[in-house]
């Protein structure tokens, strides 16, 4: 377990959208590139998006274009994962992570802290 910590899951029809937060704790978030994560049952972990430590660079998985975002407000230690036009294949876990380095990556290995992860599931 991490710094990180999640919040937002809990089910949500086609369509609809959801808010994810992530908290850091015991630190600066903005000391942190940020990412969010998402496992399907059965699935390997996979990337949905990323943020630089300014919030300046953005980067999502094809997947996801067009229809997440993800953002940060680094005086209240907090990243958010706004997701709209939800479908059932965004049902998953979702995780938080955290990397000490400088540059925004895709890789799990390349990110030091994980949250717990939340449920979201998208019913037909």
């Known amino acids: 377990q991490g710094q990180v910590g999640e919040s937002g899951g809990g089910g949500v029809q086609r369509g609809g959208a959801r808010e994810r937060t992530c908290a850091a704790a015991?630190?600066?978030?903005?000391?942190?590139?940020m990412a969010w994560f998402r496992q399907a049952p059965g699935k390997e972990r996979e990337f949905v998006a990323t943020?630089?430590?300014?919030?300046?660079?953005?980067y999502y998985a094809d997947s996801v274009k067009g229809r997440f975002t993800i953002s940060r407000d680094n005086a209240k230690n907090t990243v958010y994962l706004q997701m709209n036009s939800l479908k059932p294949e965004d049902t998953a876990v979702y995780y938080c992570?955290?990397?000490?380095?400088?540059?925004?990556?895709?890789?799990?290995?390349?990110?030091?802290?994980w949250g717990q992860g939340t449920q979201v599931t998208v019913s037909t």
């Open positions: 943020i630089g430590r300014s919030g300046d660079y953005t």
């Open positions: 992570a955290a990397a000490s380095s400088i540059v925004p990556g895709t890789r799990r290995s390349e990110y030091d802290y």
């Open positions: 015991g630190g600066s978030d903005s000391n942190y590139v």
